[in-house]
Each structure stands twice: as C-alpha cells, then as structure tokens.
C-alpha cells in the first residue's frame, strides 16, 4: 500500500498511529506528498485523490481510500478481530468513539484554517478569526470537561483524534499558553503522548511548500 503522507498534517499523523497500533506499519510506502489547500493540486495526489489531500491511502489493487476516518477504519478493519479494536463494533460505545473522532478532525479543521487565514495578511477578515477564536476556546472548555469520559474508555479512534488536534495546538499555536488554561486536557494530551505511536508520530516541519511563521493571535489565560 501506499500513503500519500507529511510530517506536518495532523491528519496523516492520525493515520500513523492506527498504523504503528494496528501493526501494519511496515505494510505501507509512506511518500511525501506536499499539499497546499491554497495553492496549486499536486498532480501526484490529484491522480490518486481528486480532492487533492492527504493523507490519501492507495491500496495495492488500486483503490484510493480517502480522508483519514475511512482510511482509520479500514486499517482497524485489516488488522483483524483484537481485543484492542480502536473503533468499536456497534452500539453506544462506537457512537461515541465516532463523536470524539468528529470533535477531534473538527477542531483540527478549525486550527488549520484559521491559520490559512491569517496567512493571507492584511487581506484576513477579522470576523473569520474571531469565529474561529470563539469555537476553539468553546471547544478546548467542552473537552476540559469531557476528559473524565474519555479516560473511561479503551484507547480508541477518538482518541487519536482528540490528540491531534492538541498536537496541532503545540506544533502551531505553540505561544496560545492553551495547557495552562486547560490542565485536565494537558495532562490526558501528555499521557496519550507517551504512547509509543503518539512518540513517534510527532509533527515536524520540512520546510516543503511552509507557509512560514505566522503570529497567531489565540492567548489564553492559566486557569
């Protein structure tokens, strides 16, 4: 198989995991494939994702599987029945997995477009960064919250969701003092961190098609 990957994508990272997880890294060609959501397709993507973006996982019969909760799910979905499954089979308990996951890819979706914005200079619209100024910070509070829940659970999807997009808080809003102002969510970030997987997954910056240092204006206040 073949990974369309970057070691900057928080949701190529979230393939990674499920790989070191799942034991199946060794089963993948990882192949750095740089994508600017601005900019012009990467060919070599756009032939096997017409979407343009990564991670895009292109099957050894061909088949392209994209985004990351489909390509997330047919990997646990290789890996066979297991007891450390990291999406539950049916009822509430993959319902919710499946929600966490949702908060997780949301809020990184946020971030990532948040600094696209801010990218653009004088051109940003102050209302579009004050939107997302406000649903980070109601997002970071709900999971304040919710970290009880989610220690409650087995190490699964949404877990690795949830980790990403703090992985993607430290990598690019590393000046938000955000673990401050949200302890429990630092703690439980640093503990999923430890993971070997999370280790060894960790987002670097290659200098390939960068956007640069961008001054991000979220600041929060220590708890």
């Avoid at 494939?33 to 032939?47: F, H, I, W, Y």
């Avoid at 987002?203 to 206040?221: K, N, Q, S, Y």
């Amino acid at each position: 198989m073949k990974l369309h990957w970057s070691p900057r994508s928080p949701f190529v990272r979230k393939v990674m995991i499920v790989l070191h997880e799942t034991g199946l890294l060794d089963r993948v060609d990882c192949v750095r494939s740089p994508v600017a959501m601005a900019g012009v397709a990467n060919p070599d993507v756009l032939r096997d994702n017409p979407l343009g973006k990564i991670p895009t996982l292109v099957l050894d019969d061909g088949t392209a599987l994209f985004d990351s909760r489909v390509i997330c799910e047919y990997l646990d979905m290789l890996a066979g029945e297991r007891p450390e499954r990291l999406v539950p089979a049916g009822g509430m308990e993959r319902i919710e997995c499946l929600r966490w996951q949702a908060f997780g890819d949301g809020l990184t979706d946020i971030l990532l477009l948040w600094r696209i914005e801010m990218a653009r200079g004088e051109a940003r619209k102050q209302v579009i960064s004050q939107a997302f100024d406000d649903k980070v910070r109601a997002s970071l509070a709900r999971l304040e919250r919710e970290v009880p829940a989610l220690e409650a659970r087995p190490f699964g999807l949404g877990h690795i969701a949830i980790l990403c997009a703090a992985g993607q808080l430290d990598f690019r809003f590393a000046s938000s003092n955000w673990r401050a102002a949200h302890p429990r969510l630092s703690a439980f970030a640093d503990a999923l961190d430890a993971r070997p997987s999370a280790a060894a997954t960790k987002a670097r910056d290659d200098g390939a098609l960068a956007m640069g240092d961008i001054e991000m204006p979220l600041v929060f206040e220590a708890a």
